[in-house]
Structure formats: C-alpha cells, structure tokens
C-alpha cells in the first residue's frame, strides 16, 4: 500500500507545510528593527522634522528679541527637552534601523550598528546633542547656543524626498518647499538686521529705526526687520544705502 504524499492532507503534505511555516517565521522582520519602507518610519521621520524645524524657526527670533524668551520661559525649556528627547530616540531608532546591501534588507543587529557607527550621520548626532545649554548658566540667557541642533537638518531632506515619493501631487510639494525655504530665510535675515542695528546703537538711516515713536514693540520690531528682509532678498524698494563698513 502506497502512504506517501500522493493525497492532499497526507503526512508529507502536511510536514512541508510545516517547514514552509518555520521558513517564514525565520525570515520574518524582528519587530525591534525598523524598515526605513513602512509608515512608522515615516511618521517618526514626521515628528523628527517638526523639532528641527522649531528649533531653526524659534533661536534665532529669541536670541535676538529677549522679551519674547523671558515672556514664555517654562513652555521655551518644555520645548526645548522634547526636541533633545526626540533627537536622543533618533539615535537609538537609527540604531535599529535597516538598510540594502546588494539589493537585499539587512536585519543583523551588529551590521546595522556598524553601519550606523561608521556613517557620517552618527557624528553629526552626536555633534548636535552637545549640552552647550549649560553654557547659559554662565553666559545669561542666550538660545542660539543650541545651534548645533541644526545638524540635525539631514533628517528633514529624508522626510522631503519620502514625502516626494509618496505624495500624487510631487509638484506641490516642491512649491511648498520652496515657499518655506524662502520665508525661513527672510526670517533669519531680519533677526540678523535688528540684532546688527542694536549692536551698532541703532544709529544713522540704515538701521532699525528703534528711536522713532512706536517702533519699541515686539511686533514691530519683528514685522519691521522681515519687512526690510523681504526688500532686501527680492531686491525691491528703496532702501537707505549703508553707512558702515559693517552695514
């Protein structure tokens, strides 16, 4: 009598069963590591660019306008230590993180730490966790020494070309990028102009026009260094010519 696999359900159909299970089960992704391909990347990517983007967008208005650090200092710090515990987590996510050798996805612990460590990006990690905060217990109050968080910008360009690639509308998004590269610009170019008027005593025409009545206020010393920034990038308007060398 014949007891092989010659009908279904037999004992050696169901033993290949098996072993195509067990097959399965070893090539199946551990969940402590990260497919840069899934929505979870994606989505901490999301939350990574949201911190490096305040932190670009709020030093330098705060370095250059006190009033506005000392009026919210609690919710400053509380923004400030979620970003650093975000960027801290992005080290240990990157720890864990997959990546192609000869087009097949590599989920070995050792060589996604070696491959981490060795990158240019672990570095840059580290340079921008540098606690030059503590400085401000020496120093006074001055934000911009978290400027090395803006190492971090490398991860923003991940989530730009992630965004391209899942997007139906690629060329919007490419506008909005831009729009934003623009407004960030004139942003800092107008800090720029009222810290180097303030610095100079906001002497001659050139400069911010602190001494002009109604010109004390936060939101006329901002609206007014953007506005001259906005003049001066898009190279429209008459502006004062420079008085000084350093004008």
Same mark, same amino acid.
């Given at each position: 009598m014949d007891t092989g696999d010659d009908g279904d359900g037999g004992p050696s159909s169901q033993s290949t069963a098996s072993t195509r299970r067990r097959r399965r089960r070893r090539q199946r992704l551990?969940?402590?590591?990260?497919n840069p391909d899934e929505n979870f990347y994606f989505y901490w990517l999301f939350v990574l660019t949201v911190c490096v983007l305040y932190n670009l967008w709020? &030093?330098?208005?705060?370095?250059?306008?006190p009033e506005l650090q000392s009026g919210a200092t609690?919710?400053?710090?509380?923004?400030?230590?979620?970003?650093?515990a975000v960027f801290l987590l992005d080290v240990a996510v990157q720890f864990r993180t997959g990546y192609l050798e000869q087009g097949l996805m590599v989920y070995d612990s050792k060589k996604l730490a070696g491959h981490y460590v060795r990158s240019r990006a672990f570095l840059m990690d580290l340079c921008a966790l540098l606690p030059l905060d503590f400085l401000?217990?020496?120093?006074?109050?001055?934000?911009?020494?978290?400027?090395?968080?803006?190492?971090?910008?490398?991860r923003v360009y991940d989530y730009y070309y992630m965004v391209e690639s899942r997007t139906v509308y690629p060329n919007l998004w490419r506008v909005v990028n831009l729009?934003?590269?623009?407004?960030?610009l004139a942003h800092?170019?107008?800090?720029?102009?009222?810290? &180097?008027?303030?610095?100079?005593?906001?002497?001659?025409v050139w400069g911010y026009p602190y001494n002009e009545p109604g010109y004390q206020e936060l939101?006329?010393?901002? &609206?007014?260094? &953007?506005?001259?920034?906005?003049?001066?990038?898009?190279?429209i308007g008459d502006l004062p010519t420079p008085g000084t060398n350093v004008e």
């Amino acid at each position: 009598m014949d007891t092989g696999d010659d009908g279904d359900g037999g004992p050696s159909s169901q033993s290949t069963a098996s072993t195509r299970r067990r097959r399965r089960r070893r090539q199946r992704l551990p969940r402590t590591v990260v497919n840069p391909d899934e929505n979870f990347y994606f989505y901490w990517l999301f939350v990574l660019t949201v911190c490096v983007l305040y932190n670009l967008w709020t &030093l330098i208005v705060r370095q250059s306008f006190p009033e506005l650090q000392s009026g919210a200092t609690v919710l400053w710090f509380t923004c400030d230590g979620f970003s650093d515990a975000v960027f801290l987590l992005d080290v240990a996510v990157q720890f864990r993180t997959g990546y192609l050798e000869q087009g097949l996805m590599v989920y070995d612990s050792k060589k996604l730490a070696g491959h981490y460590v060795r990158s240019r990006a672990f570095l840059m990690d580290l340079c921008a966790l540098l606690p030059l905060d503590f400085l401000q217990f020496y120093l006074g109050m001055q934000p911009i020494l978290r400027f090395p968080r803006f190492l971090k910008v490398y991860r923003v360009y991940d989530y730009y070309y992630m965004v391209e690639s899942r997007t139906v509308y690629p060329n919007l998004w490419r506008v909005v990028n831009l729009v934003h590269i623009l407004l960030i610009l004139a942003h800092w170019f107008g800090c720029f102009y009222y810290l &180097l008027s303030e610095a100079q005593g906001f002497i001659g025409v050139w400069g911010y026009p602190y001494n002009e009545p109604g010109y004390q206020e936060l939101t006329r010393k901002y &609206l007014g260094s &953007l506005y001259w920034s906005t003049l001066t990038l898009t190279t429209i308007g008459d502006l004062p010519t420079p008085g000084t060398n350093v004008e």
